[in-house]
């Protein structure tokens, strides 16, 4: 696995538990966050306002299984590319998403994500049968 900063692991971390206890003392307090979704888009700022936007809106219905996510660090930007899978008793969704971390001093200050949407399980076996798709080589893994 490839290093990660405090932070934003501690971030991975609440995304995959549901457990965001003390995220706050890794966000500064002018902190700003920027969600893009499909036909929506969330900004919020301040600590507690972000650890409560985390808690409702990425864990809410549960913790998401990653993938090893791919992370690019220069300087204190930090990219995360990851994929993610939620199963509750209801539905599994699949979702992917690249997230974008400004850090200062080591706590976030920045953190805007892009997600694709929530794929159903529907959805995901039509995309496999119908989507255009390469086969990953050694480069791109």
């Known amino acids: 696995m490839q290093h990660v900063p405090t932070a934003v692991q501690r971030f991975l971390d609440g995304v995959q538990t549901g457990d965001w206890d003390g995220m706050e003392q890794h966000l500064t307090t002018d902190a700003v966050y920027d969600g893009s979704m499909p036909d929506w888009r969330a900004q919020y700022e301040g600590r507690a306002r972000i650890a409560r936007a985390y808690r409702e809106e ?76 390469i086969e990953r080589r050694n480069a791109l893994a």
């Not at 699949?94 to 200050?109: K, V």
């Not at 892009?114 to 794929?119: I, P």
């Open 58 to 133: 990425w864990t809410a219905r549960g913790a998401w299984r990653i993938s090893e996510p791919t992370v690019t660090w220069s300087d204190d930007t930090v990219a995360v590319e990851l994929e993610g899978r939620l199963v509750t008793p209801d539905e599994q969704l699949l979702c992917r998403l690249a997230n974008f971390f400004e850090l200062q001093d080591g706590r976030i200050a920045e953190h805007r994500y892009y997600c694709c949407g929530e794929w159903s399980e529907a959805t995901v076996r039509r995309i496999e049968a119908e989507a255009p798709s």
